[in-house]
């Protein structure tokens, strides 16, 4: 494939997140796109939003958790970005800004220091982390029926469409993250729960493994700041008009939501 050829790719899934419409997947046009090359055209997309003047607040990384594989068919984990038009505050969400929208309940990581792959381990990212921080990603693929392939997922950065931080910031030196849980109740009732050790065994351990994936694929560096969300806990869950979702987490509080 050509330069030009992933640029149009990369400007594809933009204009569908932008026009909120669902479009083909693109090995259906490019049946031997490979995931390498789907990293290749999510760098070209970031530059996209980048040009329109926005900034790179984050990394997510996605399929980290057995359940979320299982839902999504991958057989491993892969990252996306995070801009700061992403955030959106706690409260209300309006749907009608999304194309087929999902919640994940996650943990997100805030670095104080600086990550750089590609041997990055477990105790290197907590003597990084400044804090850890109770979250929620809105995911919305902009594939029909948000059915995709690895490489189709990576090109159209691994359906990140929002994410919405809770209140608390909690240091997490001492503390056993493999043992933090969180349960989602949907109009007051539990919905789905999982625990820290879903996450790659342990949720530093998706942070690790972002920074050795970004070395390997972009010889790119975790910058202090940078946040991180280190993928669903659980399946993903269909959001609906009307719904009060709230997901609390043992040691960091909670987050939630209103559908409208
Ligand atoms: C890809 C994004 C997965 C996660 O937390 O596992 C993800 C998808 O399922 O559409 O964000
Ligand atoms: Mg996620």
Redesign the pocket.
């Known amino acids: 494939m050509t330069q030009q050829q992933y640029q149009e790719l990369a400007r594809r899934t933009l204009a569908a997140q932008e026009e909120n419409r669902e479009i083909p997947m693109l090995t259906r046009e490019f049946p031997a796109l490979t995931r390498a090359e789907g990293y290749q055209i999510q760098a070209l997309r970031e530059q996209l939003v980048l040009d329109q003047g926005h900034r790179l607040v984050g990394y ?6 057995l359940a ?1 594989r299982r ?2 068919g991958s057989k491993m984990p892969s990252y ?1 970005r995070l801009f700061e038009h992403y955030q959106l505050p706690e409260g209300e969400l309006a749907l009608d800004r999304f194309i087929h929208p999902k919640l ?1 309940s ?1 943990i997100t990581f805030q670095l104080g220091k600086p990550l750089k792959g590609p041997f990055v381990t477990v105790p290197d990212v907590l003597s990084a982390t400044r804090y850890i921080i109770p979250s929620f ?1 809105i ?1 919305d ?1 902009r594939y029909e029926g ?1 059915q995709f392939t690895g490489p189709d ?1 990576v090109s159209d950065n ?2 990140a469409s929002s994410f919405v931080l809770g209140q608390q910031r909690v240091d997490p030196y001492g503390m056993d993250l493999t043992q933090l849980g969180a349960t989602l109740y949907i109009d007051g009732e539990d919905m789905a729960y999982g625990t820290g050790s879903e996450i790659l065994g342990h949720p530093a351990r998706a942070v690790a493994e972002l920074a050795n994936l970004l070395w390997e694929q972009e010889r790119r560096i975790l910058e202090p700041g940078i946040l991180i ?1 280190t ?2 806990l659980t399946a ?1 869950t269909a959001l609906q008009r009307g719904q009060r979702l709230k997901t609390v987490f043992s040691m960091l509080g909670s987050v939630e939501l209103h559908i409208i």
């Open positions: 997510k990384m996605g399929a980290t958790s979320k839902q999504m996306g994940e996650e990603e995911i693929s948000f997922v691994i359906s969300m993928g669903s993903a």
